[in-house]
């Protein structure tokens, strides 16, 4: 069955660091996006992709960057960890438009 | 950007219908209305979309008026299983994925 997978699924890291979190989806979707969910803000997006070399920052991209060399993975890179980025991280993916997004278990991520 | 309000919580019982509304004021002419569950310690889930009058599925039903600028998610004979975080999500394909806007969440609670 197609799917979407993140890992790790628990990091710890320190102040300043450089964390990549992985994101590998079989749904063959153009579409992905990166979320972080934080208490009393619901979700927020960070980035986003539609294809191929395309990427597109969100609401709360600062900090973040993303690439995509192909269709099934798109990494999440905190080039400096900060406290602030201890969150929940959701990656998702979609085929086409506004359709269903189909989220990722989630990573938690916390920066000391 | 359409921002959304709903009730941050709301308690129900086993068997009632449950009906969940989401305000949208400033809902653009191309910005669909999305629901999605989330459960502890889970990516949200897919639950309906929409863009006006009524749109009905195997799980729930999402009532739109006329003029867009609020949403309502009913549940039918919501069971214990139903406890969890219900998302109005607005948003459009005009500007990109940027205008995706998850609200707060209602944190549904069903009782026996």
């Known amino acids: 069955d197609a799917e979407i997978t993140q890992s790790p699924r628990h990091k710890i890291t320190e102040t300043g660091r450089q964390v990549t979190l992985a994101c590998h989806q079989t749904?063959?979707?153009?579409?992905m996006f990166w979320y972080r969910q934080d208490l009393g803000h619901g979700l927020r997006l960070i980035h986003y992709?539609?294809?191929?070399?395309?990427?597109n920052k969100g609401e709360v991209s600062d900090g973040y960057s993303v690439s995509r060399s192909n269709t099934e993975d798109l990494p999440l890179t905190l080039e400096s960890a900060a406290s602030s980025q201890t969150s929940v991280y959701f990656c998702?993916?979609?085929?086409?438009?506004?359709?269903?997004?189909?989220f990722g278990p989630g990573t938690r991520l916390t920066v000391t | 950007l359409a921002k959304t309000t709903q009730p941050i919580s709301m308690d129900s019982y086993e068997g009632q219908e449950v009906n969940i509304t989401c305000s949208h004021n400033n809902i653009a002419t191309n910005d669909y209305i999305t629901w999605y569950q989330q459960f502890p310690s889970q990516g949200p889930r897919f639950i309906i979309q929409?863009?006006?009058t009524k749109v009905t599925n195997e799980v729930a039903s999402l009532f739109i008026p006329a003029d867009r600028k609020s949403s309502t998610l009913s549940l039918p004979r919501v069971s214990l299983s139903d406890t969890a975080v219900y998302y109005c999500l607005v948003g459009g394909l005009s500007g990109g994925y940027n205008k995706l806007i998850f609200g707060a969440g209602t944190r549904l609670a069903v009782h026996p």
């Open positions: 749904w063959n979707h153009n579409n």
């Open positions: 998702a993916s979609s085929s086409q438009g506004l359709g269903e997004q189909y």
């Open positions: 992709s539609y294809g191929v070399q395309d990427t």
């Open positions: 929409g863009y006006k």
